[in-house]
């Protein structure tokens, strides 16, 4: 009977760990939520002469709390990168703050399992006093996880890329970032927006500018959005490459 009663507190001591050990995991990930947190809050709030101070004491206060307990933070992020990789590859997390009013936050957003990396390169290898601004571009983050998926080229994708090439008068330059556009919607965009709007000279200076801005990573805006934008420049000094005037002597 002894024996049993023993036992029975034994499970009992093994349940309470095993909770006490879950609370515990539960306020790390809140800990690394409240980083990002105030990382954002720190970029919200860096040019206002108010709050900018307090949201930086803040923000600093917390990274020093990280970096004290390696022996709690550190282990947790090495211990989730090894046994919870496939999901800390699908859930995201905010991770800057957009300068302007935007519909879409995926590009402001992050992997958790790359913010792990970041914070374990950043705060604990190089001992930074702030996570870098941008995590792209660092060594322990593929980029390519962040590239925008796009799906086959649509049907006439070749047919519309040959009209372009042969009928704007793009140069050289610009024929190559159109053929390598890794969004196939380029070229159909600017074809529709040519056989809507008719071939002007004033139209093909318009597509030409246009495809620099439709080519950027991660770009949300369409050609028709670029249009309004470009409206006041319509017309206004504009002189085709092949009519400029030619120095004189």
Known sequence: MK?????IIYLICLMNL???QKISDNQISLDFQKLANLKVDFEKYRNNTIKK?????????HINKI?????????????????????????????????????????????WIDF????KYSLFKKNDDLLPIDFRGLPVVDENNYKPKYGPKPSGHKL?????????GFNSKEKKMLKKAENPDVVMQIK?????????????????WALKQLILPNNNINLFMLDAIYEPNRNK????RDREPTNQH
């Open 116 to 119: 792990f990396r970041v914070i």
């Open 67 to 111: 970096k004290k307990s390696p022996e709690i933070y550190l282990y947790y992020i090495k211990n989730s990168l090894k046994t919870d990789e496939l999901k800390l590859t699908k859930e995201r997390l905010q991770y800057k703050y957009p300068l302007t009013d935007v519909n879409d936050l995926s590009q402001y957003l992050i992997k």
């Open 192 to 208: 529709e927006y040519l056989d809507e709007k008719g071939l002007s000279l004033e139209n093909k200076g318009f597509v030409k």
């Open 160 to 168: 519309a890329l040959r009209y372009l090439l042969d009928s704007v």
């Open 237 to 240: 000094n504009y002189v085709p």
């Open 53 to 61: 101070d307090s949201v930086l004491i803040l923000y600093k206060d």
């Open 18 to 20: 095993a909770y006490a």
């Open 3 to 7: 024996k049993i009663i023993l036992t």
